[in-house]
């Protein structure tokens, strides 16, 4: 279980712009906000470590 729609329109706007990946610069694609926070949220939620994290979240 994520993140609604209803709390994510609520967390978002306090974050911090994230920086766009620069072409010129190989590295990983990063990873959305909210998929940073859905997982988050399941690690506290669950008290797994976060190498458990399941690859889906």
Do not use: V
Request: no cysteine; proline share 11%.
């Amino acid at each position: 279980m994520g993140l609604t729609d209803e709390q994510w329109s609520l967390i978002e706007p306090l974050l911090p712009a994230r920086k766009l990946k620069r072409e010129d610069r190989p590295g990983r694609t990063p990873t959305p906000s909210r998929a940073l926070w859905d997982g988050i949220l399941w690690i506290l939620r669950t008290g797994a470590q976060w190498s458990e994290l399941p690859r889906e979240k």
